[in-house]
């Protein structure tokens, strides 16, 4: 059953575009998360925030940024897509920052031509 | 690189009990086992965890070796439902940057 609600599920857009991708949980969780898994499904942790605070900011390119009305709700924007960027982007919440429970959603398929 | 080694498949017959293998000898002494499932086209599910004793949920068992070099997750009654890509993977000190590696392919034979 799912709780963490991805939108869309795929996106093919030409370099040097802007994206956006949506987020929601329904679980009444603190703490939100975006990973990148990559095509050896390594997830590699982009943000998180917990009660709209980032907490966590890997080394990721400038072109990304979290967007967050509220806890149930976190967003990523990338300003201008690279071809590197292309992967599936899986959003996740846990009931606490230091919870070791994830629920992830379906995830979005970024392809960049 | 994953730290964990496990089969790339196992089959199973419906209402069996399987048992998924996982080798973590390089395994610290502050990192949990996590084990989540994935199918196609959904992100990964929670299963379970420990760190050195045995656990069990509604979902599985987990038998952990007493030198946490090995565990060994073990579903019970499978359905076709539990086919899904099984991903052992340690984790330390919150979730930063996990590989999930190959996994096991479960394929559950009705």
């Known amino acids: 059953e799912t709780a963490v609600f991805q939108t869309p599920n795929y996106h093919v857009t030409q370099v040097g575009n802007e994206v956006s991708f949506n987020c929601k949980q329904t679980?009444?969780?603190?703490?939100m998360y975006w990973y990148k898994q990559d095509s050896k499904k390594l997830l590699k942790i982009m943000f998180s925030?917990?009660?709209?605070?980032?907490?966590v900011n890997e080394t990721v390119p400038r072109r990304f940024s979290p967007q967050s009305s509220d806890k149930a709700h976190l967003n990523l924007r990338i300003k201008s897509v690279e071809p590197e960027d292309s992967a599936v982007y899986l959003c996740?919440?846990?009931?606490?920052?230091?919870?070791?429970?994830?629920?992830f959603g379906h995830g979005t398929k970024l392809s960049v031509l | 690189d994953a730290k964990t080694t496990q089969p790339d498949s196992m089959e199973s017959t419906e209402g069996e009990t399987v048992h998924l293998p996982c080798s973590h000898a390089?395994?610290?002494?502050?990192?949990?086992i996590y084990w989540y499932r994935q199918v196609p086209l959904q992100g990964p599910e929670y299963v379970t965890h420990?760190?050195?004793q045995n656990t069990t949920n509604s979902m599985a068992f987990l038998a952990i070796a007493s030198d946490r070099k090995s565990s060994t997750l073990i579903l019970t009654h499978v359905s076709l439902r539990d086919a899904a890509v099984y991903h052992c993977?340690?984790?330390?000190?919150?979730?930063?940057?996990?590989?999930f590696g190959k996994g096991t392919s479960l394929t559950v034979i009705p």
């Open positions: 390089t395994i610290s002494g502050n990192e949990y």
């Open positions: 993977i340690l984790i330390e000190g919150g979730y930063q940057n996990f590989y």
């Open positions: 996740a919440s846990s009931l606490q920052v230091s919870n070791e429970r994830l629920f």
């Open positions: 420990g760190l050195q």
């Open positions: 679980l009444g969780h603190d703490t």
């Open positions: 925030y917990n009660n709209k605070q980032l907490i």
